[in-house]
């Protein structure tokens, strides 16, 4: 199977796991993956019903955005994901919801504050949230320009160690080297959201301890890491 037809397969069935997950109503949401050889982007088509589709039915658009297979239109979101492959060179694949609670975060504007041992076992960090748009923005490349904010946001993070973002009164944005990262990590923030949201709820005053996030994501993520097998 050649590395295209291999990635519309992942990225059908990526698209699929969010609606198992309870992740998107409708169609609210999308995934994405990269072939950085090729330099083509495989995407979920815009408004297509996820009820019925096959990895033929997935557009293949170029660094461009110009559509070099596919019989649909590509997700109005194909902007944002090519900005942020071409600014972060690690990612392989892009998901992209309106998740109940992480929505909610976004538009609060609030980054999601890491409180507990579940989300630095995946986050090193708060989530954060990108900034405002500007009417010019908004009015300009809108798709273009959100990918642009999100990447502006990440000017001193590491996009793999915290690999999710909620964009200001949009939703969340999460990636990974490929689609089960990036959908897994879709699934994870939507829960620490909630977490977040219910922790919150019941006192203002919850602070984690720096120790803890830094005993759980390097047991799972750094050079030493010796959490499962």
């Known amino acids: 199977m050649d590395m295209l037809k291999k990635l519309k397969k992942e990225v059908c069935e990526a698209n699929l796991a969010l609606v198992k997950h309870g992740l998107v109503v409708f169609t609210w949401g999308n995934v994405s993956a990269i072939d950085r050889e090729k330099e083509l982007v495989v995407i979920k088509p815009s408004g297509l019903t996820y009820k019925g589709m096959k990895p033929d039915d997935m557009t293949v658009v170029n660094l461009k955005g110009e559509i070099v297979e596919g019989s649909y239109r590509p997700s109005s979101d194909t902007p944002t994901h090519i900005e942020l492959y071409k600014k972060f060179d690690q990612l392989g694949a892009i998901a992209h919801t309106h998740s109940v609670y992480a929505t909610g975060w976004a538009q609060t504007g609030m980054k999601i504050p890491v409180l507990g041992t579940t989300h630095a076992d995946y986050f090193y960090g708060d989530i954060p949230c990108t900034r405002s748009m500007s009417k010019e923005e908004i009015e300009g490349q809108y798709e273009k320009e959100t990918g642009k904010v999100i990447v502006e946001a990440f000017k001193n993070i590491n996009p793999m160690h915290i690999p999710a973002v909620i964009v200001h009164n949009h939703g969340p944005f ?56």
């Open 174 to 229: 999460t990636w990974g080297k490929n689609t089960f990262e990036a959908v897994h990590n879709s699934v994870v923030l939507e829960q620490i959201a909630k977490m977040a949201f219910i922790t919150k709820s019941i006192t203002s005053e919850s602070k984690m301890n720096p120790y803890l996030t830094e005993k759980h994501f390097k047991r799972k993520h750094g050079k030493d890491s010796y959490y499962g097998q």
